[in-house]
C-alpha cells in the first residue's frame, strides 16, 4: 500500500490559462473520488469513478472542469481557463468497493491562480 | 440528501484533557459515518468510522465515537488530550454509492 499520491502539489497560474492535476490511486481501489477544499471548510464532492465510468458529477463541476479515469488507473482533473475562485486544495481519493469503506485521501494539489 | 453538522469551529483543551468534538448529521438513509484527521498541507487520514454493528466505535490514537441514532450525532471523544492531537478534523456521512458530506471541520488546539 504505497497510498494515493497527487501531482503536482503546488501549482500557480496565471488566471486563464489551464491546469491538469494527476491522482495515482491505491492500485487495487476501485472508486476514485476529488473534492475541492478552501481555507476553513471541509472538503466538497466534484465527482467520483467506479473503475473507468464516472458515475456522479456535482454541481460544482462547471463546464470549465473535466476529469477522466483512462482504464480505470491513474485519474486527470484539468481546469480550462482559470478563474480566480478556482484557488482551493484539489483532494483525491480512493476506496475500495462501496460506501461503508473508508477513502484513502493524497496530499492534494493547491492550485493558487494569480 | 446528506448533511453534517460540526458545534464549535475551534475548539480549546489543556493537554490531558478531555477532548469533545461534536457532529450532528442528517442521512435519508442509514448513513455510514467517518471521522478523519487532517495535518497542515496534507490530506485527510481516517479516524474511525461506523458503518454497523457496535455503536461505540474505536479508532486510532485513543479516539472513539458513539453513533446514537436518537440523536443523530457521532461525537469524537478522547480522555485525554496531546500535543499531537493538535489538528482540524472532519466529520463524513457517506452514502452506500461512497460520496462523501464533510463537515466544515473543528480546529483541536491543545495547550501545555
Known amino acids: 500500500d504505497t497510498g494515493v499520491s497527487q501531482n503536482p502539489r503546488h501549482k500557480i497560474t496565471k488566471r486563464g490559462q489551464n491546469v491538469t492535476f494527476r491522482c495515482d490511486p491505491i492500485s487495487e481501489h476501485n472508486r476514485l473520488y476529488w473534492y475541492r477544499q478552501t481555507l476553513g471548510q471541509g472538503p466538497e464532492f466534484l465527482t467520483y469513478?467506479?473503475?473507468?465510468?464516472?458515475?456522479?458529477k456535482s454541481r460544482l463541476l462547471s463546464d470549465r472542469f473535466s476529469a477522466e479515469r483512462p482504464k480505470g488507473s491513474f485519474s486527470t482533473l484539468e481546469i480550462q481557463r482559470t478563474e480566480q475562485g478556482d484557488s482551493a486544495m484539489y483532494l483525491c481519493a480512493s476506496s475500495l468497493g462501496e460506501g461503508g469503506q473508508p477513502q484513502h485521501f493524497g496530499d492534494g494539489t493547491r492550485l493558487s491562480i494569480l | 440528501a446528506q448533511s453534517v453538522t460540526q458545534l464549535g469551529s475551534h475548539v480549546s483543551v489543556s493537554e490531558g484533557a478531555l477532548v469533545l468534538l461534536r457532529c450532528n448529521y442528517s442521512s435519508s438513509v442509514p448513513p455510514y459515518l467517518f471521522w478523519y484527521v487532517q495535518y497542515p498541507n496534507q490530506g485527510l487520514q481516517l479516524l474511525l468510522k461506523y458503518t454497523t454493528g457496535a455503536t461505540l466505535v474505536k479508532g486510532i490514537n485513543g479516539f472513539e465515537a458513539e453513533f446514537k441514532k436518537s440523536e443523530t450525532s457521532f461525537h469524537l471523544t478522547k480522555p485525554s488530550a496531546h500535543m499531537s492531537d493538535a489538528a482540524e478534523y472532519f466529520c463524513a456521512v457517506t452514502t452506500n454509492a461512497g460520496k462523501s458530506t464533510f463537515g466544515d471541520g473543528t480546529t483541536l488546539t491543545v495547550k501545555p
Open positions: 469513478f467506479q473503475n473507468e465510468a464516472q458515475l456522479e
